[in-house]
């Protein structure tokens, strides 16, 4: 069964930084691109940024770059999400969800349950 | 970036009734392999999405068959063949032929 648990949300004052991770499980996660979608609260969807099988290649929305940095751990099947310089309207649910891509680009097959982060004083 | 553009965006429906979103690009989302990279998603109230359709017309294992995909280039459509209680949530469609990837601003589906 595929899961992808996400962690390290929380509360962080505007300006600062936090590490999010998705731990992946019940497939070959090096098969697999993976992406951050966020939702701000009572909002619609928001794609981040995805990140290649091998982490050869990376995307971001523009108001992410320079700010955040997709990364992964394949030996850990892990995918983590590096936010810095947050500002209030990064205040969101971060999902992160498996990405086929070649095979079905941004066809999001499977999502995890999301990460709260909240950037407030 | 391409902007994905729902209707409606509230979607009463009766129990047992067909129901219909539109989804339009501000390009075509045909890509150069011949694909297009449309999908669409339920979001049921207090869950994570969940795919329904890939690639415009491609049902998800499990989904029921009263859901449905249809369209090209930049004009598509989900339909609900008969609603049920279980079908209230947000839906969305994706595109995933051009970057950024961009989600339509989501059609609330409820229960007149």
């Known amino acids: 069964e595929v899961q992808l648990v996400e962690s390290g949300g929380g509360l962080v004052q505007p300006g600062g930084s936090l590490r999010l991770s998705c731990a992946a499980s019940?497939?070959?996660?090096?098969?697999?691109?993976m992406s951050w979608v966020r939702q701000a609260p009572g909002k619609g969807l928001e794609w981040v940024a995805n990140l290649k099988e091998d982490g050869s290649e990376k995307y971001y929305v523009d108001s992410v770059k320079g700010r955040f940095t997709i990364s992964r751990d394949n030996a850990k099947n892990s995918l983590y999400l590096q936010m810095n310089s947050l500002r209030a309207e990064d205040t969101a649910v971060y999902y992160c969800?498996?990405?086929?891509?070649?095979?079905?680009?941004?066809?999001?097959?499977?999502w995890g349950q999301g990460t709260l982060v909240t950037v407030s004083p | 970036d391409v902007v994905m553009t729902q209707s409606p965006l509230s979607l009463p429906v009766t129990l047992g009734q067909p129901a219909s979103i539109s989804c339009r690009s501000s390009q075509s989302l045909v890509y150069s392999d011949g694909n297009t990279y449309l999908s669409w998603f339920q979001q049921r109230p207090g869950q994570s999405p969940r795919r329904l359709i890939y690639r415009v017309s491609n049902r998800d294992s499990g989904v029921p068959d009263r859901f449905s995909g249809s369209g090209s280039g930049t004009d598509f459509t989900l339909k609900i063949s008969r609603v049920e209680a279980e079908d209230v949530g947000v839906y969305y469609c994706m595109q995933g032929t051009h970057w950024p990837r961009t989600f339509g601003q989501g059609t609330k589906l409820e229960i007149k």
């Open positions: 019940g497939f070959t996660f090096t098969n697999y691109w």
């Open positions: 969800a498996r990405d086929p891509g070649g095979d079905c680009y941004a066809c999001l097959d499977y």
